[in-house]
């Protein structure tokens, strides 16, 4: 299935026959101090910029009604983020992986993102489109 939107993932989340658990990082993006006069060009021009992880959740896709639920509980952190990046972990037809299974997973993938290596994550922007990074 092509996803392209947060609705598709969630759409593809409920049809498998394994019940699904959905994690999400949601990074901001930063210009590091290091930063060379021409990547502070690029970065102001909506280019370029360090992933930073901010904050990481799990949910069942059965918790979010839409994009706007999970934005909705994002906003009660106070962090402004710039795009949130979603996996999925299943079960087995007779278990959903509990959110105590999905800890693991979560820090793994922050510790990915923190080293740039994001491409087992479908990336979402703020309007819950998925985007190409690089």
Do not use: N
């Amino acid at each position: 299935m092509d996803i392209s939107s947060f609705d598709d993932l969630l759409k593809a989340a409920r049809s498998q026959a394994e019940p699904q658990r959905l994690l999400f990082v949601f990074a901001g993006v930063e210009l590091p101090e290091d930063a060379t006069p021409a990547q502070r060009e690029r970065f102001e021009a909506g280019q370029g910029g360090a992933l930073v992880p901010l904050m990481c959740v799990d949910k069942r896709p059965d918790e979010l009604a839409s994009f706007d639920t999970l934005i909705g509980e994002s906003s009660q952190f106070g962090h402004d983020w710039g795009i949130v990046f979603a996996a999925a972990m299943s079960g087995t037809l007779d278990r959903m992986p509990s959110s105590e299974d999905a800890e693991e997973p979560l820090q793994r993938m922050v510790e990915a993102i923190k080293r740039g290596e994001i491409g087992a994550y479908i990336p979402f922007d703020p309007r819950g489109q998925a985007v190409q990074i690089g």
